[in-house]
């Protein structure tokens, strides 16, 4: 009887969705009556109200995350011979960006305890070739960049955050992106704000702000705005198109003005699931956000007990039938993935902490188009499913 009663689905929960409201739809309509669609005021007013919001030294804005981390490697100077640190259990851009630059990654597994970067072994993966390290504040709960800094200062290493998932997360009152020497933001239509496409580069290096600012742009000295005359530029470095465009940033300033509120809801959100979930037995959550490590909340990982885990594929679709939808971060660490196998040829039994996340790790949603009644409804579901 239970089985049939557990199938009664009365909620239909999405596990993203983009937030865009009239503000938004009027912003672009403004932009789109207007003749200036691209370099306009638009994408200097976006990086003038994040700088405000993170309290960041200098904002570029760019059309993503992939783009700002890209830049600013091309700015240090990483490419053939040199070798990045990378977490294995991220998103596949956070490595792809130093391949890409004839970089190698080496990776790096990710503690249990939060899915973060392990940074007890960051220090074995150096070599007189390493020229950076990236971290990833995976879900938003901020790694411990105190003790990443000391080891890239000790080995005169950049940092290099990537915060796709880190818009509201706060290390020691301080927004993440802003401890390392550059940190790269998301606005693809799932993270905690959205442009459709887009990204932000945070640096308190004038050096690189005003580098991005040509590189995201051809590498053109002058901006349409700046030049006397049409034609009159010069191409002084290497760039490729990396912009944001007006429409894009008009409904970043408006997202912006959301995000206090988004934050809100994710962080109420995530409380009622960690609460309702503690204890179920087969289940166990990945560290919460404390104190000096304010997590933005951006989703909820519950991780299955090894016994459970072959029954992972019917627990998500017994919650897809309840109306639950569930997403996995990462499906597998990045060393694992084909591209990277083939090419470096990891072992299976390599990274085992971050392949025993994505194995085991079902991750539930809690954005702002969900209520407290949604995070009820999916305590409930979660534990049908298990049992
Ligand atoms: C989404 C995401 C990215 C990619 O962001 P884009 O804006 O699509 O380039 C990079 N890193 C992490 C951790 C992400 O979650």
């Known amino acids: 009887m239970t089985g049939e009663r557990a199938l009664v689905k009365t909620r239909e929960i999405t596990f993203a969705r983009p937030m865009i409201g009239e503000e938004e739809k009027r912003a672009v309509a403004e932009v789109l009556a207007g003749s200036t669609l691209v370099h306009g005021p638009k994408a200097e007013e976006f990086e003038r109200v994040f700088v405000l919001f993170t309290g960041a030294p200098q904002a570029v804005a760019v059309s993503s995350c992939t783009a700002a981390m890209y830049l600013a490697y091309l700015h240090f100077g990483v490419g053939k011979g040199n070798e990045v640190i990378v977490p294995a259990q991220t998103h596949v851009a956070t490595a792809h960006v130093v391949e890409a630059l004839g970089a190698k990654p080496v990776f790096v597994d990710a503690e249990s305890r939060t899915g973060n970067i392990d940074i007890d072994q960051i220090e074995a993966a150096i070599t007189e070739r390493t020229k950076a390290v990236a971290v990833v504040h995976y879900l938003g709960l901020p790694v411990d960049m105190e003790r990443v800094g000391a080891i890239a200062r000790q080995h005169g290493l950049f940092v290099v955050e990537d915060c796709a998932l880190a818009l509201g997360s706060f290390y020691k009152g301080v927004h993440a992106g802003l401890w390392g020497d550059v940190g790269c933001f998301s606005f693809y239509p799932v993270k905690h704000i959205t442009t459709i496409e887009g ?16 590189q995201r742009s051809f590498g053109v000295d002058k901006t349409p705005a700046e030049r006397g005359r049409p ?3 010069d191409v002084i470095d290497l760039g490729l198109n990396f912009r944001l465009n007006e429409p894009q940033a008009a409904m970043g300033i408006e997202q912006i003005k959301k995000l206090p509120d988004f934050l809100k809801r994710r962080i109420d959100n995530i409380k009622i699931l960690r609460e309702g979930l503690e204890g179920v037995e087969g289940l166990s959550q990945l560290a919460e956000g404390r104190e000096e490590y304010v997590s933005s909340a951006y989703c909820h990982a519950v991780l299955l007990d090894e016994e459970l885990v072959t029954r992972k594929d019917e627990i998500v679709s017994f919650l897809r039938k309840r109306g639950v939808g569930t997403s996995v971060y990462y499906p597998r660490p990045v060393p694992h993935l084909t ?45 049908d499913a298990i049992r």
Do not use: C
């Open 199 to 214: 990204g932000m580069l945070v640096t308190g290096r004038s050096e690189l702000a005003e580098r991005a600012r040509r």
């Open 231 to 233: 034609g009159q530029y």
């Open 339 to 383: 591209y990277y196998k083939n090419k470096y040829g990891y072992e299976a039994s390599s990274f085992p902490v971050a392949a025993a996340i994505s194995r085991r790790s079902i991750a539930l949603p809690v954005g702002p188009h969900l209520s407290a009644d949604d995070m009820r409804y999916i305590v409930a579901a979660v534990k």
